[in-house]
T-cell receptor
C-alpha cells in the first residue's frame, strides 16, 4: 500500500542533543512538508521541499534542518538550537497537484525533551 | 497571503445532534479549501475538499461543507453526530503551501 511513514512514533531527547526524525513516502510525490503541532496552535510549517535537492524555510525553521537527497525521503533534524522542541511533528507529501488533491500525512512523531 | 480562522476551539454536541464547525478564509485568489480530521496521536486525514465547481461538497463519514464566497466561509456540517466523530478538525486553505486553522476539538456526549 502506498503511504507515508514516520519514525519513530515516540522520541526522547536530552538537552543539547540533535535528533533526526524520519519521513519516507512511496507515493511518488514531488513535494514534502514538515509541520509542528502544539496544543491550540494548529499546524505550523517548518520546512518544505518541492523537488529533490531543494527545500525552503517555512514559518518556524529556526533550530531545524532538513535534507532532500531522494524523492522518497525528507528527514528533519531538531538541533540543540531549538529551545522548545517538545511537540508533535507531522510529515506530509503531495504531488504536483497538491493544491487540488490535498496532502497525505504520516502518523506523526512525538518528541519530548527529558 | 492566505489564511483560515476556525471559530471555536471546542465544540460539544449530543449524540444524534447536528454538528457545525465554522471556518472563514482569507485569500487573494480563488481558494482551494479543505477539512481534515485528526484522532489522538495520529496524522491528519482528508475529510473533503473544495476546488472548483459545486459549492456543496460531500466527504467521508457523512460530513459535508458549503463554500460561500460572499461570506468567505467553508463551514463543516454533519446532520447527526456519532460518538466516533469525536476528534480534532482542521480547516485549511491551499496556495503555495497548505495553511491550517488552529483546530476545533469536537466532543460528542452520549
Amino acid at each position: 500500500d502506498g503511504g507515508i511513514t514516520q519514525s519513530p512514533k515516540y522520541l526522547f531527547r536530552k538537552e543539547g542533543q540533535n535528533v533526526t526524525l524520519s519521513c519516507e513516502q512511496n507515493l511518488n510525490h514531488d513535494a514534502m512538508y514538515w509541520y509542528r503541532q502544539d496544543p491550540g496552535q494548529g499546524l505550523r510549517l517548518i520546512y518544505y521541499s518541492q523537488i529533490v535537492n531543494d527545500f525552503q524555510k517555512g514559518d518556524i525553521a529556526e533550530g531545524y534542518s532538513v535534507s532532500r537527497e531522494k524523492k522518497e525521503s525528507f528527514p528533519l533534524t531538531v538541533t540543540s538550537a531549538q529551545k522548545n522542541p517538545t511537540a508533535f511533528y507531522l510529515c506530509a507529501s503531495a504531488d504536483r497537484e497538491g493544491a487540488n488533491y490535498g496532502y497525505t500525512f504520516g502518523s506523526g512523531t512525538r518528541l519530548t525533551v527529558v | 497571503a492566505q489564511s483560515v480562522t476556525q471559530l471555536g476551539s471546542h465544540v460539544s454536541v449530543s449524540e444524534g445532534a447536528l454538528v457545525l464547525l465554522r471556518c472563514n478564509y482569507s485569500s487573494s485568489v480563488p481558494p482551494y479549501l479543505f477539512w481534515y480530521v485528526q484522532y489522538p496521536n495520529q496524522g491528519l486525514q482528508l475529510l473533503l475538499k473544495y476546488t472548483t465547481g459545486a459549492t456543496l461538497v460531500k466527504g467521508i463519514n457523512g460530513f459535508e461543507a458549503e463554500f460561500k464566497k460572499s461570506e468567505t466561509s467553508f463551514h463543516l456540517t454533519k446532520p447527526s453526530a456519532h460518538m466516533s466523530d469525536a476528534a480534532e478538525y482542521f480547516c485549511a486553505v491551499s496556495g503555495s503551501d497548505m495553511r491550517f486553522g488552529a483546530g476545533t476539538r469536537l466532543t460528542v456526549k452520549p
